[in-house]
């Protein structure tokens, strides 16, 4: 199979599984709401226990006059989120190194049945507990998204992996805009009847979940018939031929090369603990971002659900624009490092335009409107720009399980630049910022303002820009 073939495969798996994964984002508050009234009475129960403890850590940060309780479900929403993500923390790396040992497809697919596993716990869970282990399991069996960056790694050269790996972010973005309002939409629905006939006890929200398991079976079966094994059969390597193009999968494609490594072991392994580090503060700080500005619409513009999606749709697109018809062309050119320093740049600008926006609300509502329609403009830059320029970047310090077309022996790898290993370790960076980086986010927010929050965060992504110019003139290849 060619690796224009292997690349539209790994993204539609990703379509697949990033609309299951978005369609129950914007249901949670509500489903709290549902269990809430549900459980209410268990006073010893396990989501009056959870909440309670909600409740304790928002009185240290903040007190609101009135309407405690939506409060403290939106903060319990987000540490749901929190939860997902640290168990994605915990995994990633066991996932990409039993792929490095086992194979991509079958570790694949083995995550697959996880994900089933999850929605079908999610379609008949009547209690919060059954719920959060849904979300647990979910967390610790995702792996479509750290795999299909391996796959497309094996089967790329340097020279277009950028480009490849641009298809990751175009397939979130694509999602984030059509997957929470599909859910929101079939929220609404009834059960289906194959399932409403069966007298079965479901979530209030099992049509959403019902599509879920859907979306994620025709992925399973997808993936099962149509993604060919890449492990150790990417790259195809002649010696003396320093050509650029597209990589051979399973010795069908056309032939191609890859170009010597420019640095050493050490030297990449130094790269790689940098990249990490980096993923780990900005979406540290990027996700905390995302979180508190629907926090911001609401508490100063009183926007509605309907006006926060469309803005996060609003985002979205911008980003699926700016990645299709922009990223993708210009990082050979300007290289991976300076590309996701413009990102960073570009949420500098963000995040100064949102500290100023409360000043403007009070007396200059038609101006605010306008400074916040910029600042998502540079957010969706952001969002195309940073973590696809640092996962490229990642993956090209990796070792290439390739054979050598002259001799036939498997080149050998570093045990650390094991392609499913490294990148499995610097998704797992970023999923602790995005883990720790909405509480953090939330905590400030209520304890000296949105203006002092984004003018913090703006001046530690400044700070982050500066310490990003070395590695924006580090060698990506």
Not at 147 to 172: E, K, M, Q, W, Y
Not at 301 to 316: M, R, S, T, V, Y
């Amino acid at each position: 199979m060619s690796t224009r073939k292997v690349e539209t495969v790994v993204f539609l798996s990703l379509v697949l599984d990033l609309f299951a994964f978005t369609i129950p984002l914007p249901l949670f508050p509500r489903l709290i709401e549902w269990y809430t009234k549900r459980e209410s009475s268990d006073t010893h129960g396990f989501l009056s226990q959870t909440l309670g403890a909600v409740s304790t850590l928002r009185g240290v940060f903040y007190n609101p006059p009135e309407n405690s309780q939506k409060w403290d479900v939106v903060l319990l929403g987000g540490l749901m989120g929190s939860l997902f993500s640290t168990l994605q923390f915990l995994v990633s790396p066991y996932i990409g190194g039993l792929s490095d040992r086992h194979g991509r497809k079958k570790i694949l697919l083995l995550t697959m049945v996880g994900n089933l596993l999850s929605a079908i716990v999610w379609i008949q869970s009547t209690t919060f507990a059954s719920f959060m282990l849904s979300r647990a399991i979910g967390g610790a069996s995702e792996g479509n998204v750290q795999l299909a960056i391996a796959i497309l790694s094996d089967v790329t050269t340097p020279a277009n992996r950028a480009r490849a790996l641009s298809h990751v972010g175009i397939a979130f973005a694509i999602c984030f805009c059509i997957g929470p309002p599909i859910g929101a939409y079939f929220a609404s629905r009834p059960v289906p009847p194959t399932f409403a006939g069966r007298q079965l006890d479901l979530n209030i929200y099992a049509t959403p979940a019902i599509i879920t398991l859907i979306l994620l079976t025709v992925e399973c079966v997808f993936l099962i018939v149509a993604l060919p094994e890449t492990r150790g059969k990417g790259v195809k390597v002649d010696a003396g031929k320093h050509t650029n193009g597209e990589a051979q999968v399973n010795g069908k494609a056309t032939a191609t090369t890859t170009p010597p490594r420019v640095a050493d072991v050490p030297t990449r392994l130094a790269i790689l603990r940098s990249l990490r580090r980096l993923h780990l503060l900005f979406l540290g700080l990027f996700s905390g971002v995302e979180f508190t500005l629907t926090f911001l619409t609401f508490d100063l513009l009183d926007w509605d659900n309907k006006q926060n999606g469309a803005l996060i749709g609003f985002i979205g697109i911008i980003s699926a624009l700016l990645q299709g018809g922009y990223v993708r062309k210009a990082i050979p050119k300007v290289g991976e490092g300076k590309m996701a320093r413009r990102g960073v740049q570009s949420c500098t600008v963000a995040l100064v335009l949102l500290a100023i926006l409360p000043k403007l609300v009070a007396h200059q509502r038609p101006s605010a409107i306008l400074v916040l329609r910029l600042a998502a403009v540079c957010l969706a830059f952001t969002s195309a720009t940073v973590v696809n320029s640092l996962t490229a970047f990642a993956s090209l310090q990796c070792d290439d399980a390739g054979v050598d077309s002259v001799t036939g022996k498997p080149l050998e790898e570093h045990p650390e630049l094991a392609k499913g290993k490294a990148l499995g370790a610097f998704r797992s960076s970023g999923q602790l910022g995005r883990a720790i980086g909405p509480l953090l986010a939330c905590a400030m927010y209520w304890t000296i303002g949105p203006s002092t929050t984004y003018a913090v965060a703006g001046f530690a992504m400044l700070t982050l820009s500066m310490k990003m110019a070395k590695i924006s003139r580090t060698q990506s290849r």
